[in-house]
């Protein structure tokens, strides 16, 4: 799989929306990743689908649904030019219900993925239609945590299946363990508090990438 790092935006109001995706485009990344919590999945609340509608850019945008009902959100974000979400499996009591979601976002999205959170079970994910597994490195619904130490260990539980998909990472990131990740079986690396101010995403992000891909 190819290797990434899919720079992340987790903000509250739309002026720092806007400004950390500018600063994004600037920085030479294809993709953004768009964290959407409605204060109900988890505590805190970020801008809204229906409040990035209007903003254009040159970025590919994936959004990250912390969210239960996501289905509410599709139309809002397919006119914002989403073209993967990522879809956590605690929203849904069962896996059928969630097979289901699935599915129904396969008919909004280019790419679907499914997130797990920390102390979520690997199950078999052979049969879902889905382009991605997002492998919770903390708890979501805030920037900044340090990573829990069985996120290593939980991404290979998934390699091992074999599947072909792109397996990313979210949360906790930092120099020091993105090589270990590397190893375990990720390719897509989800950076959000360690990209720093506006000004210093494109000096972290070359330091990040220069870092993921140099020889060990």
């Given amino acids: 799989m190819k290797v990434e790092i ?18 994004i485009e600037e920085s030479g990344a294809t993709w ?10 988890v505590p805190n609340i970020t801008v809204m689908p229906y409040e990035i509608m209007g903003l254009p850019t040159k970025l590919n945008l ?5 969210v239960y009902r996501p289905e509410r959100y599709y139309s809002d974000l397919t006119v914002a030019r989403v073209s993967r979400v990522l879809i956590h499996r605690e929203a849904y009591e069962s896996f059928e219900e969630f097979t289901k979601a699935i599915g129904q976002a396969s008919d909004y999205f280019a790419e679907v993925g ?17 382009q991605a597994i997002q492998i919770m490195g903390v708890h979501p619904g805030a920037s900044g945590q340090s990573m829990i130490g069985t996120t290593c260990d939980r991404i ?30 990720a390719s897509r690396f ?15 992000l070359a330091n990040f990438t220069h870092l993921l891909l140099s020889p060990s």
């Fill in 32 to 41: 953004a990743h768009l964290d959407i919590m409605d204060g109900q999945f």
């Fill in 114 to 130: 499914c997130v797990l959170n920390p102390e979520t079970s690997i199950e078999s994910y052979k049969e879902l239609s889905i």
């Fill in 62 to 66: 994936e959004a990250h649904l912390m």
């Fill in 190 to 204: 989800v950076i959000t508090s360690q990209l720093g101010a506006v000004s210093a995403i494109g000096q972290n």
């Fill in 6 to 23: 899919c720079p992340g935006i987790l903000t509250h109001s739309v002026e720092e929306y806007r400004a950390r995706l500018e600063g």
């Fill in 156 to 185: 290979k539980a998934v390699a091992d299946q074999k599947l072909n998909l792109t397996i990313a990472v979210d949360g906790g990131i930092r120099e020091e363990n993105i090589k270990e990740l590397r190893a375990a079986g």
